[in-house]
């Protein structure tokens, strides 16, 4: 969890660029290369404007914040680089990328998701209490949530096609395998939000929906009848016996009822 007091240093250093390694952190899976080009020559004309963030690690230094800045800096073939030295653990770290990220916008929606996931998981709070957090609505979070939902493919479709967030959560109320045909539309047909929203609640009222298996949600029901089934048959003479075993998310039971020949046979005296 991000402490609400960190320690930082605010002592700006000249640090090798090469010293530097990415954070392990990073929320972003894609830099566009034309704009890191142009943010390399910017700097080389005025200046790096704003340093990036580390921590010592090691006898090296690990990127905190300002990724694109480092990139640009070694493109720009600079030997040193200003930066902030901070004193941060490893969810602070975390944290503090992650929230740079999201507060300046530098990640398309999908990106969002995955940081907001990451976030809830090291700070180990609630999605409630995440949203709190990063000034966000709880409604608005759990729809970022929801698009992680899709496939890998399907999430890099909509980027290349820039299908906004919307048309991707659209697809979520279709099967999978309606979902990638729907974008393909989406983008072939040139749907605003909107008319994606259409498309989709038309696919859904044609799709014959699947017969319900109604489903007792309360597995206790379940242990209790095989319970008072084998307290019958041991009642009846029968030497029945279960072995149950609790598991990730289950409950196995095995019940072992002996054959005719099995029975002990009983002595009297």
């Not at 972003?28 to 020559?41: M, P, Y």
């Not at 979070?141 to 999430?155: C, G, H, P, T, V």
Request: positive net charge; glycine residues 4%.
């Amino acid at each position: 969890m991000l402490p609400r007091k960190a320690k930082v240093k605010r002592k700006v250093l000249a640090i090798p660029t090469e010293l530097i390694d990415p954070s392990p952190f990073q929320a972003r899976r894609h830099f566009d290369e034309k704009e890191i080009a142009q943010l390399a020559v910017s700097i080389l004309e005025n200046g790096l404007l704003q340093p990036v963030s580390v921590r010592r690690y090691g006898d090296r230094y690990q990127l905190v914040a300002g990724e694109r800045r480092l990139r640009a800096c070694k493109l720009a073939q600079l030997k040193e680089i200003p930066a902030i030295l901070c004193e941060y653990q490893d969810q602070a770290t975390a944290a503090l990328g992650l929230l740079e990220n999201l507060q300046r916008q530098d990640l398309d929606a999908f990106e969002q998701a995955r940081g907001i996931q990451d976030v809830i998981a090291l700070w180990g709070c609630t999605q409630e209490e995440a949203a709190n957090r990063l000034g966000m609505a709880q409604p608005t979070l759990n729809n970022k949530l929801r698009l992680l939902q899709l496939s890998d493919a399907q999430q890099e479709f909509c980027r290349a096609n820039n299908l906004t967030e919307r048309h991707a959560r659209a697809v979520l109320r279709l099967e999978e395998a309606q979902r990638l045909p729907a974008l393909e539309a989406f983008a072939k047909q040139g749907m605003n939000a909107r008319q994606a929203d259409e498309y989709v609640q038309r696919l859904v009222q044609r799709t014959p929906r699947k017969k319900s298996i109604p489903m007792v949600r309360d597995v206790r029901i379940f242990v209790n009848t095989i319970n008072k089934a084998v307290r019958l048959m041991v009642d009846a003479g029968v030497n029945a016996s279960t072995r149950r075993v609790e598991g990730d998310g289950f409950v196995e039971y095995t019940v072992r009822i002996p054959t005719e020949q099995e029975r002990p046979v009983s002595r009297t005296g």
